[in-house]
């Protein structure tokens, strides 16, 4: 007597697949988005740009230090923690012959700096505060961020601003801003700091131990 012969298996219902399928592509889906890493936007003229100012600042002998700038929450607080201020004076407007010819961009600058509270002697290992009035030429500028630009014992200052989107603008011109320079930053010895705007800059000499 011959064997039964098996029967085939009958293959699996069409709307299964296409759910197995919608179910697959869900978690891979899911599972690339929740561990996948943020990767930034190639931005070709901003990281040309960036490239092109560590080249001319190095080769300027200058180092560069992020900071942040902001409005005070409390100017009175600020004041008592600065103590003896530095005798400040005034200096010629615009960066540094050295240090403007470093920027792809000029930066936008303040207008003027009408007063400066800095301490008059720093340690290098703490951060340096710096509290100063200045303005802008018009309402549709805001804080923006600073950069540090340090060589051998020199700093020099730059705060920039940013134009305010759409029909918004500042309340007023001027701006009371509040800057902490990090602490390691100030070279030992007699530094001599530049704090830079359009019409006229602000410098003074700080004594570092």
């Known amino acids: 007597m011959s064997a039964r012969r098996a ?3 009958k293959p699996w219902p069409m709307k299964w697949m296409v759910l197995a399928i919608i179910v697959g592509i869900a978690v891979y889906t899911y599972l690339t988005l929740h ?7 190639y931005r070709p003229y901003e990281d040309f740009t960036k490239r092109a100012n560590i080249e001319r600042l190095l080769n300027a002998g200058y180092r560069r230090i992020e900071t942040a700038a902001e409005r005070p929450a409390d100017t009175v607080a600020l004041l008592r923690s600065i103590g003896p201020v530095a005798a400040v004076a005034n200096a010629p407007g615009g960066l540094p ?19 400066v509270s800095a301490p008059r ?3 290098a290992l703490l951060p340096y505060p710096i509290l100063f ?3 802008v030429s018009n309402q549709k500028e ?5 950069q540090v630009f340090i060589r051998s014992n020199t700093i020099v200052i730059v705060t920039q601003f940013e134009s305010i989107a759409g029909g918004l603008q500042a309340r007023t011109k001027d701006s009371t801003v509040t800057l902490i320079i990090p602490g390691g930053t ?3 010895g007699h530094t001599i700091i530049t704090l830079a705007a359009n019409r006229g800059s602000k410098q003074w000499t700080v004594d570092v131990k």
Not at 35 to 41: I, T
Not at 97 to 112: I, K, M, N, Q, S
Not at 142 to 146: D, E, K, R, Y
Request: glycine share 14%; charged share 15%.
């Open 186 to 188: 100030l070279p030992l």
């Open 142 to 146: 805001q804080l923006g961020g600073s």
């Open 97 to 115: 012959g050295g240090l403007a010819g470093t920027f792809v961009e000029p930066p936008r600058l303040p207008d003027t700096i009408t007063s």
């Open 121 to 123: 002697q720093a340690t």
């Open 35 to 41: 561990y996948r890493k943020p990767e930034p936007a």
């Open 133 to 135: 009035n200045c303005g």
């Open 7 to 9: 029967s085939p298996q």
